[in-house]
C-alpha cells in the first residue's frame, strides 16, 4: 500500500472513531441540560406546518419556507421543556385590633 492510502484510511478510521465517542457521549448525557424533551416536538423543535394540513396536498407556505415543518410554539423552537416564570405576591394581611 502507498503512504497515501495508509494516510486516508487512518484518517477515515479516526473521524469514524470521533463519532462513535460523540454518539456515546450524547447518549448518556443530551445537550439539553437539565430540562426535559418537549413533548409537542419530542425534542426536535420543529413541528408539522399547518399548510401540510391541507386538502389540496400542497406543501408550503411563509413559515415554513416550503419544507412543511415549522418551529414548535410550545418550546419555543429549542426542543427542551422551559420553566414558565411566575411571580408570587404574598401581602400581610390586615387584622384589626
Known amino acids: ?8 484510511l487512518a484518517t477515515g478510521l479516526s473521524v469514524l ?9 450524547m447518549d ?3 445537550m439539553a441540560g437539565p430540562f ?7 425534542g426536535t423543535g420543529r413541528v408539522s406546518c399547518l399548510c401540510s394540513r391541507w386538502s389540496d396536498g ?8 416550503g419544507s412543511g415543518r415549522m418551529g414548535c410554539s410550545s ?3 429549542t426542543g427542551t421543556g422551559r420553566p414558565i416564570p ?5 401581602r400581610p394581611t390586615n387584622r384589626p385590633s
Open 1 to 8: 500500500m502507498s503512504p497515501i492510502v495508509l494516510t486516508q
Open 75 to 77: 418550546c419555543g423552537g
Open 58 to 65: 400542497d406543501v408550503g407556505c411563509r413559515t415554513c419556507a
Open 28 to 30: 448518556q448525557k443530551p
Open 86 to 90: 411566575v411571580q408570587i405576591s404574598a
Open 36 to 42: 426535559p424533551r418537549c413533548p409537542s416536538c419530542n
Open 17 to 25: 472513531a470521533g463519532a462513535v465517542l460523540v454518539k456515546s457521549v
